[in-house]
């Protein structure tokens, strides 16, 4: 038995080791400002490859290539370097953002293939922010004015200000402010709430930026205008009377409509009626029949 265990181990000492190419990254997520340049470390091994293939590709909708066959390519040409493995992107913007791969490709290994990813986001300071505040607003109308910063990164948070003011909404304040989404809402406008309004964007990359402050005027209503308002809420008040006067007429029986027959007979008119005190009918039904006369109405 121990004649035989000898010859293998001799063997399994002196057979080659398979080893494969590793490759990792000393940082693999990286934030950097804007304009600043980004460093993309990697670093690999190899079992007997000296001169592996090294490639840097970019993963988005697609994966695209940074650098391949020795050369980068794209918007990346001219403005990155690499030393070993590791990629250094120069002025990054906020396009540059997204997830990297380096891969190296060491053909002469047991496993020729190796790969680590690098995850790089680039902070941008606060933009002067989009504001929309109108000229002018009518008393006790609703009212939302808005402010955006859609180029920030981190996301900008937002102030509002009324006459060099910063505005805090409480309880008691006849508006509500969203820091978040850049919102500034009045339930019903008074003549007190016209001033310069103006909002400020900040995150914590930059200074805050703010929009130029704009002009809010509450104006009360025209009195043509009120006029106009109050004749149609008249007008529509009188016809729902109108009609529900015939339709109590017609429920009553004393407005029903004539059937019109043709005769050829000459017509020869009864002769009166004797008046009867009892079949009279009340002199208010005698008046909503002649309205009726004139007026049809589908209850």
């Known amino acids: 038995m121990k004649m035989l265990a000898l010859p293998l181990l001799i063997t399994i000492l002196h057979s080659p080791v398979s080893l494969s190419v590793t490759v990792s990254s000393s940082k693999p997520k990286v934030e950097v400002h804007e304009h600043t340049d980004a460093v993309l470390s990697c670093e690999f091994k190899t079992e007997k490859d000296q001169n592996p293939r090294i490639e840097w590709k970019k993963k988005g909708k697609g994966v695209t290539f940074v650098y391949f066959n020795h050369k980068f390519t794209g918007s990346y040409a001219g403005r990155a370097k690499i030393e070993g493995a590791t990629l250094t992107i120069h002025s990054v913007t906020q396009k540059d ?14 496993v020729n293939l190796g790969e680590a990813t690098v995850t790089l986001n ?38 509002w200000y009324k006459d060099n003011k910063a505005l805090t909404a409480t309880g008691e ?53 009120t006029i106009l308002i109050a004749g149609a809420a008249g007008l529509a008040a009188f016809m729902l009377f109108c009609c529900i006067c015939v339709c109590v007429c017609r429920h009553r029986g004393c407005c029903k409509k004539s059937k019109k027959t043709k005769s050829t007979k000459s017509y020869n008119p009864p002769p009166p009626p004797t008046r009867n005190v009892s079949d009279q009918r009340p002199r208010y039904q005698i008046r909503a029949c002649f309205a009726c006369i004139h007026l049809e109405c589908n209850c």
């Open 97 to 110: 953002t997204g997830e990297y791969r380096c891969e190296v490709t060491a053909s002469e290994d047991h």
């Open 173 to 225: 304040t006849p508006y509500s402010i969203d820091t978040n989404k850049g919102t500034l809402k009045f339930k019903s406008v008074s003549k007190v709430d016209a001033g310069m309004y103006r909002c400020e964007s900040s995150n914590s990359v930059g200074a805050p930026k703010s929009c130029v402050a704009q002009q809010l005027k509450v104006i009360d209503y025209p009195l043509n205008m």
């Open 122 to 159: 680039v902070l941008v300071p606060p933009h002067v922010p989009s504001c929309n505040v109108p000229s002018s607003v009518f008393v006790g109308s609703g009212l939302e004015l808005l402010c955006k910063d859609k180029l920030s990164v981190p996301p900008a948070t937002y102030r």
